[in-house]
């Protein structure tokens, strides 16, 4: 009993201790003040390889995500007579909640990992080491361009996720079942509103890009250096930043619309 | 060149975001129909309000003019204050226009329906229009319904109780 109490306090300090190894981390990667011409080509590529290449995934999940949200939305709705509400349904749907939470589970999987294993094998192969040898800040070169691309690339990526989700549920709504496209759009705009349903959207959307790609960089940069540790860092980047970012997207929703 | 085909694979995903997002705000939210318009501010009081929404519409023989901006209780009065910002280029209301709360369809949205009155002086920002018509709500029409169709039965009841009953004291007067 005395050991298990031990044991709880013992993960307890050791969780603590990594939340707070990784806010240092976080906040020295920030401070790091970047030199603009470098640092900017390598924002760049980062944004090249975590933006550009989650891009074919987004597009296609967000489409047939808002195929299935058209037909499956038009079966419930025709039931009551109002499958004019198709639009705002699919729009409020997609802008409020699985524009922000999908494509951070899908950023997570896709870039995060990624991430991970890049900046772990980096440490497995000492590069990370011989930076700090020849005097070049691996927080500042390695972490902080990846963390801003990170930061820049999610928004966008979720916007282009609703934005061709809610094309793929007219394409359904309006092309195929033949709902009039009219009122289609004429509810979605009466009940969609920019403040309230699109910025939010996008705020959650920041605050799942800053959490996956903190987890990610830090699961990465924290990992123990063999080819076991790599793969461990990496399982945990996407199974820590998903939950952290449903739990998040809970409390987010309950503050944005839950009427406080 | 390695460099030249990365910053344009880069620009053309901010494009792509951005684009995204105008498509959001303009052709999702509808934002540039909610700002277009100047409008000015006109309150109503209803005694029910029954479900009308802020963002409801406003309108005038069917024809939009404005949107519901504010729902609150007027504390003193104790009814529902609702604020209304019409468009500015419609400004020739008359301070006896009729304000009432109307449904689309069945069991569709609420919004605000005028109907204009005849009077030469016309209402500016700030003002009030007097005379509303509250929303009809479903529970009040059936109970009013049931109550009237009560008092008939009751009526022609004792209206049939009361036919013989005169026969019958005219029988005794034989």
Known sequence: MLELIRQLGATALARLQSLGAASIFLWQALVAVPQPKASFLLLIKQLYSVGVMSLPIILVSGLFIGLVLGLQGYNILVNYGSEQALGTMVALTLVRELGPVVTALLFAGRAGSALTAEIGLMKATEQLASMEMIGVDPLRRIIAPRFWAGFISMPLLAIIFSAIGVIGGMLVGVDWLGIYSGSFWANMQNSVEFYDDVVNGIVKSVVFGITVTWIALFQGYDCIPTSEGISVATTRTVVYGSLAVLGLDFILTAVMFGGF | ?174
């Open chain 2, 1 to 174: 060149m390695r460099t030249r085909s990365l910053e344009l694979a880069v620009g053309g995903f901010l494009i792509i975001g951005i684009a995204a997002l105008f498509f959001l705000a303009i052709k999702v939210s509808g934002l540039s129909s909610e700002l277009s318009q100047p409008s000015y501010k006109v309150y109503v009081h209803f005694q029910n309000i029954g479900g009308l929404t802020v963002r409801s519409k406003v309108t005038m023989s069917g024809v939009t003019i404005g949107r519901v901006a504010d729902i609150e209780l007027d504390k003193k009065r104790l009814n529902a204050k609702v604020t209304l910002e019409i468009y500015n280029d419609v400004n020739e209301i008359s301070t006896d226009a009729v304000a009432s709360i109307l449904t689309a369809g069945l069991l569709g949205e609420k919004y605000i329906g005028i109907v204009p009155g005849a009077d030469d002086i016309f209402i500016k920002n700030g003002d009030e229009i007097e005379q509303t018509q509250s929303a009809l709500v479903l529970e009040d029409l059936i109970g009013k319904f049931l109550f009237n169709k009560a008092t008939e039965d009751k009526s022609s009841n004792s209206n049939a109780a009361a036919t013989p009953a005169p026969a019958a004291n005219s029988q005794d007067d034989f």
